[in-house]
């Protein structure tokens, strides 16, 4: 049977023309880019024109991009980067309540150095609250860290409003925007964002690369100490085929952008209209508008997010389920929950996230699945009030 994947949050195949970009780098073309001679001069090269394009295309100058080891990397250095920067200056942090848990446990850590953090309150679609937000700045606040759009739920944040707010009290921002690259247009001028992280395995490029935007005139403390490589501010060999194929990954996700995301909408939309028409008893968490292009999660009502998960695997269909599961926790999404959603609700989630390769074939194939899976464990629930009728709508759309 032919395997669904519908989990492109969580990372994608990388392009076979990313691939074949990389190959040479893992062969022939091996030297180290810090190395003098000529096969160390080849690979600085390939570095230096990725650099080149990559900053191209976020609209950033090719002296603030720095490669990390993918986002988690870059969102620690951003925070940890600027928290010990600008200690002298105040010590309290503002993150959003939603943000990745890459965000979420740096910012604890350094409340154990002492650092005062405030988790940005945000409303029931998942955006933050501007003027919640701005009541929580400080006179000591030094940080606000807010995502252009969530991992979980999708929604796009109004990062130009709150990078605005920043930079009048002068304060630092960063936005993770992990999600958003690749996804929607991304250009930090026009955003205002003094930093910003991205990882390539969300856009068809390899694992274990990504980078950080540093806004030129900006002096954040170094994550990582060791050589002179990117400008001695993150040592560490280059991973230059991983570079040459994030560039190569994003130089395709900028130019084919408009033409995915429109595809990957009409693929999302369809599977949403009918799961909302067909399937009672269900919430779409997240913005209706504001929301990326290939996200859809569900909170299904008297149903386990896990159970609908594995009913789904067995079904060769591979979405994510919106708890911690995966990572060996069973606690609700901490998004869903700052969303207000109780937690009944929270623990039935579930997020589909379509790709470029997707078909609407899948997505009819899913949705008619889900039916059936969602009538056989609501029958099996010891939840589902028996006054209920347990059966699915037949519309067509
Ligand atoms: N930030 C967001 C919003 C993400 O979705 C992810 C990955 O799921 C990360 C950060 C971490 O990126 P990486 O997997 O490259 O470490």
Redesign the pocket.
């Given at each position: 049977m032919e395997r669904i994947y519908f989990d492109h949050?969580?990372?994608t195949p990388v392009d076979p023309r990313v691939l074949e970009k990389m190959m040479p780098y893992f062969t022939e073309k091996f030297g180290n880019p810090n190395s003098q001679h000529f096969f160390g001069r080849e690979t600085v090269s390939a570095v230096d024109d990725a650099r080149d394009a990559i900053a191209a295309c976020i609209g950033a100058k090719p002296s603030e991009i720095y490669f990390t080891?993918?986002?988690?990397?870059?969102?620690n250095w951003a925070l940890r980067g600027a928290a010990h920067a600008f200690a002298a200056r105040g010590r309290h942090l503002i993150v959003s309540a939603v943000?990745?848990p890459?965000?979420i446990s740096a910012a604890k850590e350094l409340v154990k150095e002492g650092f005062d953090v405030t988790f940005a309150e945000v409303d029931e679609y998942g955006l933050v609250d501007l003027e919640k937000l701005e009541r929580a700045i400080r006179p000591d606040t030094i940080f606000v860290g807010v995502?252009t759009?969530?991992?979980e739920v999708g929604t796009i944040q109004p990062v130009k409003e709150i990078a605005a707010l920043c930079k009048a009290r002068g304060i630092v921002f960063f936005t993770?925007a992990?999600?958003a690259a690749g996804a929607i247009p991304l250009d930090v001028k026009a955003l205002g964002a003094d930093m910003l992280?991205f990882?390539?395995?969300?856009f068809y490029g390899p694992?274990?690369v990504?980078a950080l935007y540093v806004r030129s005139g900006l002096r954040i403390g170094k994550l990582i100490a060791g050589g002179h490589q990117e400008r001695s501010m993150r040592g560490g060999t280059t991973n230059v085929p991983a570079v040459v194929g994030m560039e190569q990954a994003l130089r395709i996700a900028c130019a084919e952008l408009e033409k995915n995301a429109a595809y990957v909408t009409s693929l999302r939309d369809r599977f949403i209209k009918r799961v909302l028409a067909e399937i009672p008893y269900v919430k779409l968490n997240g913005h209706p508008e504001k929301r990326l292009p290939a996200n859809a999660n569900f909170s299904f009502r008297y149903i386990e997010g896990e159970s609908l998960l594995f009913s789904l695997d067995l079904k060769n269909i591979a979405v994510s389920s919106g708890s911690a599961c995966s990572s060996g926790s069973l606690e609700p999404s901490h998004v869903l929950l700052a969303m207000g959603l109780p937690e009944g609700l929270a623990h039935g989630s579930i997020r589909f996230s379509f790709g470029k390769d997707n078909t609407v074939e899948q997505v009819d194939y899913a949705v008619d699945a889900l039916k059936e899976i969602t009538v056989k464990l609501r029958a099996l629930s010891p939840l589902f009030p028996k006054d209920l009728k347990n059966e699915v709508y037949e519309k067509e759309i």
């Open positions: 949050a969580a990372t080891s993918g986002g988690t990397e870059a969102d943000e990745h890459a965000m995502m759009a969530n991992n993770d992990v999600q992280s990882s390539a395995h969300k694992k274990g990504g």
